[in-house]
């Protein structure tokens, strides 16, 4: 056996050993549109990972055009590609078993949402990618935000432009690290009209189409809310979680009390505009004396209008059985369950009690609640 063969055996032995494979760490860079500096970021942090002393080559990497890219790649090992002929053409994909062959600490792969020439090991980019993870490797890569599952369909609803190419979402929740790359949607139109981005002769068509500022702006908003989620659904899942008092996370969770009819549309109205302004979840909050199923028809009718309140502006209804509790410790109660940042809650009649409301909640939360912003709407009676 020579000695390249001998190494790799002997690599595969210390997988193995322990009875499961190594599996390999994946960093996600993830950016809104094409020129945010995905591919830059990327390969700075490669150089940063050799400079600390990890073996870092490049697999696949796409500079489309631009020398400032280029000049990342420093002294960084590139492992050639592949070449497939189709339809008369030749094309580069990643050499998968030279990567695998080579057994990097980490390897550069760009262009993550990429469909393989017919021929190639693999459909997918991603796949490529997974199969480096399950022989050990760690992998940088990048994508734009509109090709991930899920983030696809309001990509396609804010730009009207149909995306092709998917992710799945199982793939992006792979990845341990998910950063992403944010410029200003006016300096990345600058950048296009440098010619930073595309060719000169490609700029005004891009600039009146998937450039404009409407669709940038929509598109870093989703990058930025798909980084905040990951962040949000990683610090609920780990073990500290039950260490932090109050609720977590990047994003706001809103919790309107709704359970007078003839209040209710203005209490979920007025979550509803804090919702979007804070680009927030909105839960709508309806308590009720024993099960559902043995409500007189009329609270019956009462829930189906307040449920139909809730869709009316696309908020998650939920109904709580009190259970001998006080009203305010069972909206607490609801407030850390649904991890709720903001509490909305109409302002106690002040002749009367609150119907089958036995207590005042809003003095009860006021005394007792904790790490949650509470909103008091006030009427005239």
Excluded at 218 to 231: F, G, M, N, Q, S
Excluded at 354 to 370: E, G, S
């Amino acid at each position: 056996m020579d000695e390249g063969n001998r190494g790799e055996s002997e690599s595969q032995e210390v997988l193995t050993k322990s009875g499961s494979r190594k599996i390999g760490k994946l960093r996600l860079f993830i950016g809104a549109a094409p020129g945010v500096g995905k591919t830059y970021t990327m390969l700075r942090e490669a150089n940063a990972l050799r400079d600390r002393g990890l073996d870092v080559v490049i697999g696949y990497i796409e500079f489309h055009g631009r020398p400032e890219t280029a000049a990342q790649i420093g002294n960084l090992e590139i492992i050639p590609c592949t070449l497939l002929d189709f339809r008369g053409r030749t094309f580069q994909e990643v050499d998968i078993e030279a990567v695998v062959a080579r057994n990097p600490d980490v390897v550069v792969i760009d262009e993550l949402a990429h469909t393989n020439v017919p021929g190639s090991k693999n459909e997918k980019r991603y796949m490529d990618v997974e199969y480096i993870l399950d022989h050990g490797i760690d992998v940088l890569t990048a994508v734009n935000v509109q090709h991930i599952e899920g983030a696809h369909e309001d990509a396609e609803e804010m730009t009207g432009i149909k995306v092709r190419e998917i992710i799945p979402r199982t793939f992006v929740k792979r990845a341990s690290e998910i950063e992403v790359i944010d410029v200003t949607p006016e300096t990345l139109r600058q950048r296009l009209r440098d010619g930073s981005i595309y060719s000169m002769d490609k700029v005004n068509q891009a600039l009146n189409n998937f450039f404009r500022l409407t669709n940038l702006s929509a598109l870093r908003e989703l990058a930025l809310r798909e980084v905040a989620d990951d962040v949000d659904e990683r610090l609920q899942q780990s073990y500290d979680r039950t260490k932090i008092p109050g609720p977590v996370g990047a994003r706001e969770t809103i919790l309107v009390c709704a359970n007078y009819l003839e209040r209710s549309d203005k209490l979920v109205e007025k979550g509803s505009r804090m919702a979007e302004r804070m680009k927030a979840e909105l839960l709508v909050l309806t308590i009720i004396d024993g099960s559902q199923n043995d409500l007189p028809e009329k609270e019956k009718l009462k829930l189906t209008k307040l449920r139909e309140i809730s869709g009316k502006y696309y908020a998650e209804h939920i109904v709580e059985q009190r259970n001998d509790r006080k009203i305010g410790e069972v909206i607490m109660d609801v407030a850390d369950r649904f991890n709720i940042t903001q509490i909305v809650i109409g302002q106690p009649k002040s002749n009367t009690k609150w119907a089958f409301w036995r207590d005042n909640p809003v003095k009860y939360l006021m005394q007792n609640m904790k790490y949650v912003d509470l909103r008091i709407v006030g009427w005239k009676e």
